[in-house]
């Protein structure tokens, strides 16, 4: 006579093996590294204007989204400050694109100060580690109401304000 534990554990064995398994395309695939996400960043920036032009201060802040994939990173960026030297202010936006710890970016400027406004264009060049940026930036005016060619240093605190994707 077979004991009802001997055939409980049995029951229990076969149920196990019997059962239906989780196919394997189910699961989720296998990677390593980061996966590409959109951030939207915003923060401060701030420096002075050094060169070509109405020598001062500056103070302001600036909103980019850029994706981000094995450490290259593609996006826009727009930011507005107000320049003491110029006793103006200035609106840039456009393309931002960068490796690691390098990146350019570039686009259309405004200057307005004084009531008259001035278009033209920007390109800068960052050094960022971190949360923190160091830059130098160069912008030319069109209309030069005043001083035609810009030079800036500055340093950017961004944060992380928004991950779309990724892990």
Known sequence: MRSPLGVAIALVLASGVAAPR????DD????IGSRPAWFLLGGVTSGGTVALADRGAFV???????RLRDGNYLGFYADGYYDWGADGTYV??????GRRFVGVDGG??????????DLGVTGRLNLSIGLFGLYARY????DAMADDHVLQVGVAFKLPLMTIGGN
Not at 22 to 25: F, G, N
Not at 60 to 66: I, P
Not at 139 to 142: G, K, L, N, S, V
Request: glycine letters at 18%; charged letters at 15%; proline letters at 6%.
């Open 108 to 117: 259309v400027a405004l200057r307005l100060a004084g009531g008259e406004r």
């Open 60 to 66: 302001g802040g600036e909103l980019s989204v850029a």
């Open 22 to 25: 989780r196919a394997a395309a």
């Open 92 to 97: 840039t936006g456009g393309l931002e694109l």
């Open 28 to 31: 989720p695939p296998f990677t």
């Open 139 to 142: 912008a030319y005016f069109t």
